[in-house]
């Protein structure tokens, strides 16, 4: 696979990973645009724009832009995260330059228009009104708010029912023209590529991206508030436990995949150390779970475990205690590299698809972050029991966590 970066005199950035035979493309296109950069009022502004995009734009009537994509025989998504939003579109190679016309006509010039504005939000509030009906949500939800107050992250990317229904078109079509600029994206295509696909980009509309982009305010920095709380939860299945913990920022990638070697270890597989002794042998809880948060202003480290209501204190009570005992002592060689295998394998098998590569391109490019996109591989062995030991097992340690304790609602 060929890899390929260049930057346009606009400011944005673009990637190209040529995959001979991959018989879709995806054409990748990032924005530093997430919930992160919302003003005060603005909660749920860049979801809901994200929504308004393919509401058409100034050659694009609503609806359309779907049809031509799926006459294309390809398909579309998008997502928005906290820190930035994405799209893309599948297309067959041989409609590539046909995808990226589409795509880019979109984006660059919605019309957000008053009707269909309000139309749509009536979408995302009836999203936001089952979203906050969720038990998993309502967990998520609160423990984010507790250990991340008042840091724009602790706050749900889908706003809340006040601040979307305050929103006005002319607030989004400015937040689109100060965020959707040169500088703030990047555009990733991977696939089978012609050999003309860097002129293809570099004629292409994404040239009429703005140069500059005012400043925006953001939070200030990360303060990581340790703590400890018990909630009950309605419609809430059985007990859990949610652990927090402060995770380096996302530059920080071979301390991140350190974490990701600990959380292996500590939860991937039946032979994982928590999952081994207190669901496999002790039987006293159904199910745990370690992810990490990879954020750029800092992430967290979020553990959830399900178990019987009248499991709760004695599970948590075990789980601290391996954790601790964990810091303690160093983790055998055999657990690190059973460990160290799984985590190379998830990282093969994140990259098996054209959709899979682009993403991984795109956003490393859009924060600055260009790899080799396999270069977490060759890192892993600078991870010894030692190094985990000194520098990533203490992130673990539950004296550092904030803990919520859910049970269901009597």
Request: charged share 25%; hydrophobic share 40%; with cysteine.
């Amino acid at each position: 696979m060929k890899v390929n970066h260049w930057s346009l005199p606009n400011g944005a950035t673009c990637v190209v990973a040529d995959i001979e035979q991959s018989t879709l493309t995806c054409i990748d296109f990032w924005c530093k645009g997430g919930s992160l950069y919302e003003l005060k009022d603005e909660e749920g502004m860049a979801h809901f724009l994200e929504h308004m995009i393919f509401k058409g734009s100034k050659n694009l009537k609503e609806g359309e832009f779907d049809l031509k994509i799926e006459s294309l025989g390809g398909s579309s998504n998008a997502a928005t995260g906290l820190d930035d939003v994405h799209y893309h579109v599948l297309v067959p190679p041989e409609k590539i330059e046909d995808g990226l016309k589409l795509i880019l006509e979109l984006l660059l010039f919605p019309k957000i228009e008053q009707d269909a504005f309000e139309i749509e939000k009536k979408v995302v509030l009836e999203e936001i009104a089952q979203n906050i009906e969720q038990p998993d949500e309502i967990i998520y939800m609160k423990l984010l708010n507790e250990c991340l107050s008042p840091h724009r992250y602790s706050k749900p990317i889908l706003g809340n029912e006040k601040t979307v229904k305050s929103l006005n078109p002319k607030q989004m079509k400015l937040f689109h023209k100060n965020h959707y600029v040169g500088k703030n994206c990047t555009l990733c295509i991977a696939g089978d590529l012609p050999n003309e696909i860097n002129s293809i980009i570099n004629n292409s509309k994404i040239m009429e991206l703005r140069t500059i982009s005012e400043k925006t305010a953001i939070t200030n920095k990360i303060i990581f508030n340790k703590g400890y709380k018990k909630e009950t939860i309605p419609r809430l299945e059985g007990g859990r436990i949610l652990k927090a913990w402060k995770l380096p920022p996302a530059k920080e990638q071979v301390l991140i995949l350190g974490a990701e070697i600990v959380a292996t270890m500590l939860c991937e597989g039946k032979s994982s150390l928590i999952v081994k002794e207190l669901r496999e042998e002790k039987r006293i809880i159904e199910s745990i779970d370690i992810d990490l948060q990879i954020l750029e202003e800092g992430g967290l480290i979020l553990l959830d475990v399900s178990c019987p209501q009248e499991n709760l204190k004695i599970a948590e009570s075990e789980i601290n205690y391996i954790l601790k005992k964990s810091i303690r002592e160093l983790v055998t060689n055999k657990n690190l590299e059973r460990a160290k295998k799984l985590v190379i394998n998830n990282i093969y098998f994140g990259l098996e698809l054209s959709t899979q590569i682009a993403s991984t391109l795109g956003n490393q490019a859009l924060w600055g972050r260009h790899q080799a996109i396999l270069k977490s591989i060759d890192d892993i062995s600078y991870w010894t029991t030692s190094r985990l030991n000194e520098l990533i097992l203490p992130l673990f340690n539950p004296e550092n966590a904030f803990t919520l304790i859910a049970e269901p609602e009597k």
